[in-house]
């Protein structure tokens, strides 16, 4: 590997992304430029090891019928992305 492709690989970063929400859902299909940074990583690893811990906790959320907050907010830790810096679905069009 030439040094500039290595410096290059050095730069990308992690970011740990969850959807937007509305009062009533989870706006999945909104694009990743919408969505929001949750916090950065320098490595997948430790991005998906926070995606994971995020999931578990929400699991362990004892969410009433009646609990929209808390049930959309369980929502959308469920489905957080880990997502490259370098991405250019970060790039709003």
Same mark, same amino acid.
Do not use: H, N, T
């Given at each position: 590997m030439k040094p500039r492709h290595a410096a290059a690989l $050095? !730069? +990308?970063?992690?970011? !740990?992304? +969850?959807p937007p929400t509305s009062s009533s859902r989870v706006l999945a299909d909104a694009p990743i430029a919408a969505w929001q940074i949750l916090e950065p990583f320098e490595t997948l690893a430790d991005c998906q090891h926070r995606k994971d811990g995020a999931a578990a906790v929400a699991e362990s959320w004892h969410v009433q019928p009646e609990d929209n907050d808390r049930r959309?907010? $369980? !929502?959308a830790m469920h489905l957080t992305q880990c997502i490259a810096s370098d991405d250019p679905r970060l790039k709003s069009k």
């Open positions: $050095a !730069l +990308v970063g992690w970011y !740990l992304m +969850v959309i907010a $369980a !929502l």
